[in-house]
């Protein structure tokens, strides 16, 4: 069983960053896929970014291209989501997700192809 913590988020203004940290217990982390998802009021749970399991390999979604980034250190058992340039369109509860299948070649972008699920940090961004 993989447990995730998140942690990291807050109220921000436009412009701003912020760094959200996944914490994940279990020593199948370093050969799982890990990703970010948010989910806003009345909206559907969207995908942000994933990370392969060996950080070879990242996928955005296209609302955070090239303003957030997704990493992962393995000593520490954490994948981390580094978000740049924030707009006030990007609030939502970040959600951590891990990949119960390892060494998966292909990085999933869909909620449905992730096991293991934080409880979530909301993201407030300011205008």
């Known amino acids: 069983q993989v447990q995730l913590v998140e942690s990291g988020g807050g109220l921000v203004q436009a412009g701003g960053s912020l760094r959200l940290s996944c914490a994940a217990s279990g020593r199948a982390f370093s050969s799982s896929a890990m990703a970010w998802f948010r989910q806003a009021p009345g909206k559907e749970r969207e995908f942000v970014a994933a990370i392969k399991w060996s950080g070879g390999a990242t996928s955005y979604g296209d609302s955070v291209k090239g303003r957030f980034t997704i990493s992962r250190d393995n000593a520490k058992n954490t994948v981390y989501l580094q978000m740049n340039s924030l707009k006030p369109e990007d609030t939502a509860v970040y959600y951590c997700?891990?990949?119960?299948?390892?060494?998966?070649?292909?990085?999933?972008?869909?909620?449905?192809?992730?096991?293991?699920w934080g409880q979530g940090t909301q993201v407030t961004v300011s205008s």
């Open positions: 997700a891990g990949d119960g299948v390892r060494y998966r070649i292909v990085l999933a972008t869909t909620a449905s192809g992730y096991d293991y």
